[in-house]
Each structure stands twice: as C-alpha cells, then as structure tokens.
C-alpha cells in the first residue's frame, strides 16, 4: 500500500488531469457556442460533418463526466483523511496499488469491479 503522501500526490495529480480536461471540453463548448451564435435554430450543417446537436450532446456528455470524476476524487481525498483509503467498499480487502496508482479515486478491487 502506498503511504498517505503519495496516495495524496497521486489522488491530487488526477485532479489536475481532470481539472485539465474539463477546461478543454470548456473551450470546445466556447467555440460550439459561437458555431451556433451565427446559425439558425434548424441545425444547419455540412451533410459531410457532425450535427452542431450531437456535437453539443458529445461535449456535454464529456463536462459531466469530467465533473463525476472530480467528485470521486474529492471522495476519495475524504477518505484518506479519514484513514479509510485503499479499502474495497464491496469485499474490504485491500485495493491493489497498481489500481490505485491507475485510479486513484478507485473504490473497489478489481474482483468487485462491475
């Protein structure tokens, strides 16, 4: 098992990871908002390319995903303070490093996983 420190390190890398990303996805909302700003409400596009719709349905889906894994993370913190982290919430046993270091806000073993 890691030490606290750098299970903090490694839970706090990820959230600057997914922070990153989320600004990404955030810019690429930007720019689809000012695609629209200048189109009809009809979705006009290029019969070749992606509707402005399924492109906003794909980004939005990719914000709230991005937002998801920010509040593990966030759990996962709360759970080192606690002194609870690296336990599987299904069986108890101990979380594989390996995992932990792959994803740090993981909560169950990889025998439990779905």
């Known amino acids: 098992?890691?030490?606290p420190r750098s299970r903090a390190e490694s839970i706090d890398?990820?959230?600057r990871e997914v922070h990153e990303q989320l600004a990404n996805v955030e810019l690429e909302l930007t720019?689809?908002?000012r695609t629209r700003e200048g189109l009809s409400d009809d979705d006009e596009h290029d019969p070749d390319g992606v509707p402005l719709s399924a492109q906003w349905s794909r980004?939005?889906?990719l914000?709230?995903?991005k937002l998801e894994a920010l509040a593990a993370i966030h759990e996962a913190e709360a759970r080192l303070a606690r002194g609870e982290d690296g336990r599987c919430r299904v069986c108890?046993?101990?979380i594989a490093s390996a995992r932990l270091a792959a994803r740090p806000e993981a909560t169950t073993c990889i025998d439990c996983t779905p």
């Open 59 to 61: 980004l939005e889906g």
């Open 92 to 94: 108890g046993r101990p």
């Open 31 to 33: 720019a689809l908002r």
């Open 1 to 3: 098992m890691a030490s």
């Open 63 to 65: 914000k709230q995903m």
């Open 13 to 15: 890398a990820r959230r």
